[in-house]
DNA sequence: AGCACGCCGACT
DNA sequence: GTCGGCGTGCTC
């Protein structure tokens, strides 16, 4: 009986957002499975989709095509990750394309190529300048630019002497290498050596090898040549002698392959604190029960051997464990631990891997080879099919929650796949969300409290510098009483580490005479100075342009550049410790490849006295020898138009000052603020974590506000201002037609900043609590929103959103 | 997304 | 007349 496939087809639209069916041709019939790759006639082209169903009937009313071809060996998705991806859309309001491909590793994506082909009735002279330089009657049209060429091509198009075919590269290569295997029985090279001409150094060279080393092989090649000493040339020189055979052999990427393994792979002493928190987790542990855990533990006290020791328990039980971590503290350091512990079961991911190192540590974890998995946000996607144990460290990081579509958060997702194979899910911070920490409150989350430091080490002396009181000799970023920290830690032979959350050199150009101020021509916004590369760059949109000598308004030369980033910090610090060495750390220094650990490393020696960076540098970095930190502008982050910005600001004070005094030397913390009684401040200051949550929730209910309400943020865009303005009121009166009146409706409001990328923005912020019909509403007005394409609006919805700009 | 079809203004 | 611009509708 003839068979039929439910695909998800690679096109994310509105429209095409359902399966479409596909008959299976019997050839097939053995290889399509539930979550195969395909790919399947669509209209004129060939594209790829998905297999989301196998059935023997077609609901189709129309004539069901064929499936064209089955592309990998084995399903990416299994049906997990399958029933996850149709949830996930549908609670994101978005594709479910967009949710299967943000699952699987880059490679999977299609890749698709148009190629010219000849038909019987082409005409010599057209044969001779369309295909006489391709070597297979085949003209790949993907890039044509040349105007006279297309039009050439489609005119034969048109009177059928050329035709267009359609393919679908699968980008997916394994990783082959050449693998070299003995010929010949051991006992025989001795004599075959005894044999040579003396002037055959290379086949003396490759048999003195193979005698002295026979347990080499086989060997690579490229190691082989390498070890030996040999031209490649030579091996096939070798092999036709039956010295040696070669053969192709697939190979893994090893993207740590040049990472050294500490010997540290024993479990650490606990302290009482530690050994009450793993007992907690590995109770559900071994009872195959769901569980949340919220390990609220203070900087410095371990979370990280709470997590080994109860990975190691899930291994134990024969269960998979996936951790998550910020991207920024997936660095070498961290990794080399996990892999001390636990060897070569573990996989990694994160961004610094090329797509194929990314593929081949995919499919390690599709083919379950291993049993822990460590990455960044999109690891959460890991298809483990055994999982026991997911951990979430600094699970109140905003980079959990991913800002492009789709526009999930890894933290909800963990749960998903917790309940999903009941298994213990533990959130790892000592800032804890305000929407974890609620939770623990009400008992939903085990709370797990750890609040000392094993090695008995003081948390840091925190002063707050007030910048409305300070002196200042120089100027105004830097108060005299930081510099005098600066200067005596650096005295002292020890060091800085210094945060201002503003890159480039100056935030705005500003003409004294007219008060004009330079903006992106795309965003509604100022462009900063960038004094390294002479550029002025918009930070929104990364348009650059040079840097004005006069005004482009009234052409005066009175041209001022205010507010201080990075660039004038490094600067001036520069002038007033003129033998002191400076390590700048943001967006602009670490962008290459390695860029951010080289300068981590650097500091690490001690080959600068100061480090100074952006946010990047609050989190998890451990240098025994800093004992100053100070943060230049503690207030940058308040004024922002969210309501986490306080709790945002706590954290990363929190953080950063973490940072001061490891080992035997204490720390201290110097913080600039204009708002030194500013509650988030106060309580960084006297590190009270619980105090700051009681406070902010406090301010939260009051506000309606996350954890007491939900949010949906709906953003309305246009070219034309008035279309986006029109259609956002449209969505509003709907909204307030089929809410209840406990939901409060905000906006439409333009957005802070109100043109980007030559878009108008407009928002609408829904608080509620229960809305039976929210989701029934949003759905038509996303439809709607297609109904209204001629009217080139589109809408966008943020379920729980982070950035509100 | 692409790709086709169909309708209207502009030019060989 | 016909070329080509773009709006509209469809893909199992």
Redesign the pocket.
């Known amino acids: 009986m003839a068979k039929f496939a439910d695909v998800i087809v690679d096109?994310?639209?509105q429209?095409?957002n359902?399966?479409?069916?596909?008959?299976i041709p019997n050839q097939l019939a053995d290889l399509v499975k539930r979550g195969s790759r395909v790919e399947?006639?669509?209209?004129?082209?060939k594209i790829q989709g998905f297999v989301v169903n196998i059935k023997s009937t077609?609901s189709?009313s129309?004539?069901?095509?064929n499936l064209l071809s089955v592309i990998d060996e084995f399903p990416p998705l299994n049906s997990e990750l399958l029933q996850l991806s149709d949830e996930l859309a549908k609670h994101l309001f978005t594709y479910r394309i967009s949710v299967i491909q943000t699952m699987l590793p880059n490679v999977l994506k299609a890749n698709?190529q148009?190629f010219l082909q000849p038909t019987e009735t082409i005409s010599e002279s057209t044969y001779q300048q369309l295909f006489q330089n391709q070597k297979t009657n085949q003209l790949p049209l993907n890039q044509i630019k040349d105007y006279d060429l297309i039009?050439l091509i489609?005119k034969t198009l048109q009177n059928k002497e050329t035709k267009?075919v359609?393919q679908v590269k699968n980008k997916a290569k394994d990783k082959v290498a050449t693998q070299v295997e003995l010929g010949l029985g051991l006992s025989i090279y001795q004599k075959v050596l005894e044999t040579t001409k003396a002037n055959a150094t290379n086949q003396q060279k490759l048999l003195k090898f193979i005698i002295q080393n026979p347990q080499k092989f086989p060997i690579f090649q490229t190691q082989l040549t390498k070890e030996a000493q040999l031209p490649v040339s030579f091996l096939s020189e070798a092999e036709k002698k039956g010295w040696l055979t070669r053969s192709k052999v697939q190979i893994n990427r090893d993207p740590l392959a040049n990472l050294t393994v500490s010997k540290d792979t024993n479990p650490k002493k606990l302290t009482t604190e530690q050994q009450e928190a793993v007992e907690a987790i590995n109770q559900p542990l071994d009872n195959s029960q769901k569980r949340v855990f919220l390990l609220e533990g203070i900087t410095g006290s371990g979370k990280t051997e709470v997590y080994l020791q109860t990975i190691a328990k899930a291994l134990g039980k024969k269960k998979q464990a996936l951790m998550l971590v910020p991207e920024i503290a997936l660095t070498p350091q961290m990794v080399r631990q996990v892999f001390a512990r636990f060897g070569s079961k573990v996989a990694v991911l994160h961004s610094g891997l090329s797509d194929g190192e990314r593929y081949d540590e995919w499919r390690r974890i599709n083919g379950q080879e291993v049993d822990v998995v460590v990455g960044a946000r999109s690891a959460i996607f890991a298809p483990l099919q055994n999982l026991g144990l997911i951990i979430i460290d600094e699970e109140h990081e905003s980079t959990y929650k991913q800002e492009e579509n789709p526009k999930y958060h890894a933290r909800e997702v963990a749960k998903w796949r917790a309940n999903y194979h009941q298994a213990v899910l533990v959130l790892g911070s000592a800032t804890p969300s305000l929407e974890s920490r609620a939770r623990a409150q009400k008992n939903r989350y085990q709370l797990l409290l750890m609040t000392k430091r094993p090695t008995q080490l003081a948390l840091p002396q925190v002063d707050l510098i007030d910048m409305t009181q300070a002196h200042f000799s120089s100027q105004l970023d830097l108060s005299d009483e930081l510099i005098a920290g600066i200067k005596q830690t650096i005295a002292q032979k020890q060091q800085v580490i210094l945060l201002l959350n503003r890159r480039g050199y100056a935030n705005f150009m500003l003409c004294r005479d007219c008060g004009y101020v330079l903006k992106c021509p795309h965003c509604d916004i100022s462009l900063t100075l960038h004094k390294d590369t002479q550029q002025m760059k918009c930070h929104y949109c990364g348009y650059e342009t040079s840097v004005p000598k006069q005004c482009p308004e009234c052409q005066s030369t009175r041209i001022k550049f205010f507010g201080s980033g990075t660039q004038k910090i490094e600067e001036l610090l520069q002038q007033i410790l003129p033998e002191s060495t400076i390590l700048r750390m943001d967006v602009d220094t670490t962008r290459r490849k390695g860029g951010h650990q080289k300068i981590l490393d650097a500091f690490g020696n001690h080959e600068a006295d100061i480090l100074l960076g952006t946010q990047m540098i609050a989190k998890g970095l451990d240098f025994e020898n800093v004992t100053l930190v100070g943060v230049i502008n503690a207030d940058s982050g308040l004024s922002f138009p969210d309501f986490r910005s306080s709790e945002k600001t706590f954290d990363l004070l929190t953080q950063v000052s973490g940072r001061a005094g490891r080992a035997n030397l204490p720390g201290k913390v110097l913080i600039q603020t204009y708002n030194p009684d500013h509650y988030a401040i106060q309580l960084a200051k006297n590190h009270n974590y619980e105090g700051f949550y009681q406070k902010e929730m406090a301010i939260r209910r009051q506000g309606q506000y996350p954890p007491y309400f939900y949010l949906n943020l709906i953003t309305v865009t246009s070219k034309l201002e008035q279309k986006a303005a029109m259609a956002a009121f449209k969505i509003k009166s709907l909204l307030k037609k089929e809410l209840s009146d406990q939901a409060l409706i905000l906006g439409p409001t333009p957005q802070a900043v109100t043109r980007l990328k030559d878009h108008y923005y407009y928002q609408i912020l829904i608080k509620y609590k229960v809305e039976p019909k929210l989701y029934a509403t949003l759905n038509t007005i996303k439809a709607q929103a297609f109904d209204s394409?001629?009217d080139k609006v589109n809408i966008y919805l943020d379920v729980d959103p982070y950035q509100f700009n």
Do not use: L, M, N
Request: aromatic share 20%; hydrophobic share 25%; net charge positive.
């Open positions: 096109v994310a639209t429209d095409t359902k399966t479409f069916q596909y008959q399947v006639p669509f209209g004129r082209r077609s189709f129309g004539k069901t095509k698709y148009r039009k489609q267009i359609y394409k001629k």
